[in-house]
């Protein structure tokens, strides 16, 4: 039934491999959680499909992992369409992008991750590619520049981004749906943990599957990422059935804490206290610390532990709560006067 052909033009989320995407849901009936989110783009969906037009285009804003590749796929098997995969940075050259367009047909689906990313040539050619489904393109140079217009099928352009606040309003508005994605609660990881507990043929305990849960920091991707490590001990030191006691085994060994936080979160906050004295400290200078890059630590480390109260984001840069110094078990001198803050 879903009949979704994928051209990909860029490797989008490298760390994701075949056996990763084998674990996501094909369409929305399989999908688990978001559930607001989903029932608004069905309707959207089934009205496109009852009037024989292209979806509008859409939208998709959140952290990592949560489900923003899944649902452009989805959508492409819910509309029997065509998508074609890239991603802003590897959209370098208008020529790249003329390609692309004119290659799509009616009702095909041109997904592209990071799309904040964008240069902002790139961003000015594809407006009228949103709005009036036209591309205007310059071949020759000086005195012999001509511009051809070029008209395109109406195709739906789906755009997902970490930072939508780093999107231009215009590109922003040329957008007809706008989906938020948020953190999934434990009770729907666990759900998503035991059906891809099923597809990997392997059995395991109620109990198991929601630790596992509740330590995949409110995100699917991790979720599965944790099952298979989980998996990978159990085949080797048990007798491949995954049990709590396995997990929690399993888990230790790879380094997650019962929130779910790992070496690196860990190190972060744990500079933060020690180091900038609880904070405030700028992303920047965190970040040379750290030897990491700041993009890194916005788009993939912080939005967990801002969810989990664990750091604040203040104008004067990044805190340290009282919560994530009782989690690390750090103590802190009392007379210290830079540690009135606790
Ligand atoms: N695998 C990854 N994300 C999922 C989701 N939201 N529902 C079901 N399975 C998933």
Avoid: W
């Amino acid at each position: 039934m879903a009949r979704e052909r994928i051209v990909s033009t860029a490797q989008v989320n490298p760390e994701e491999d075949k056996s990763q995407l084998s674990l996501r849901p094909k369409l929305l009936s399989e999908y688990i959680g978001q559930n607001e989110l989903c029932d608004k783009l069905k309707v959207a969906l089934d009205a496109a499909r009852g009037r024989g037009e292209a979806v509008e285009h859409i939208l998709f804003y959140g952290p990592p992992g949560l489900g923003k590749t899944t649902l452009a796929h989805i959508i492409s098997n819910e509309m029997n369409s065509k998508l074609v995969a890239t991603a802003g940075p590897a959209l370098q050259k208008t020529g790249d992008l003329m390609g692309i367009l004119t290659n799509l047909n009616e009702g095909d689906i041109l997904f592209i991750d990071e799309i904040h990313r964008l240069s902002a040539t790139i961003e000015e050619f594809i407006y009228p590619a949103m709005e009036d489904y036209k591309v205007d393109f310059v071949v020759d140079k000086g005195a012999f520049a001509k511009v051809i217009n070029v008209p395109l099928k109406r195709f739906t352009l789906i755009g997902a981004t970490t930072r939508a606040g780093l999107l231009s309003a215009p590109l922003r508005d040329r957008f007809g749906l706008y989906y938020h994605i948020d953190f999934y609660t434990p009770e729907e990881l666990c759900e998503i943990v035991v059906r891809s507990a099923k597809i990997l043929k392997t059995d395991i305990d109620d109990a198991a599957a929601f630790t596992i849960a509740g330590r995949s920091r409110g995100t699917p991707r991790i979720a599965n990422r944790l099952l298979r490590r989980v998996r990978d001990y159990a085949d080797v030191k048990g007798d491949g059935d995954i049990t709590l006691d396995l997990a929690e085994r399993a888990l230790e060994a790879e380094g997650i804490d019962k929130l779910g936080l790992d070496a690196f979160d860990r190190k972060l906050l744990s500079i933060i206290i020690k180091y900038y004295k609880g904070g405030p400290v700028g992303i920047e200078a965190l970040a040379a610390t750290l030897n990491e890059e700041v993009d890194t630590l916005v788009d993939m480390v912080e939005p967990y532990l801002l969810k989990i109260g664990f750091i604040q984001r203040t104008q004067r840069g990044r805190m340290a709560s009282s919560s994530a110094i009782q989690h690390l078990g750090i103590a802190v001198a009392n007379d210290d006067p830079q540690q009135k803050m606790f």
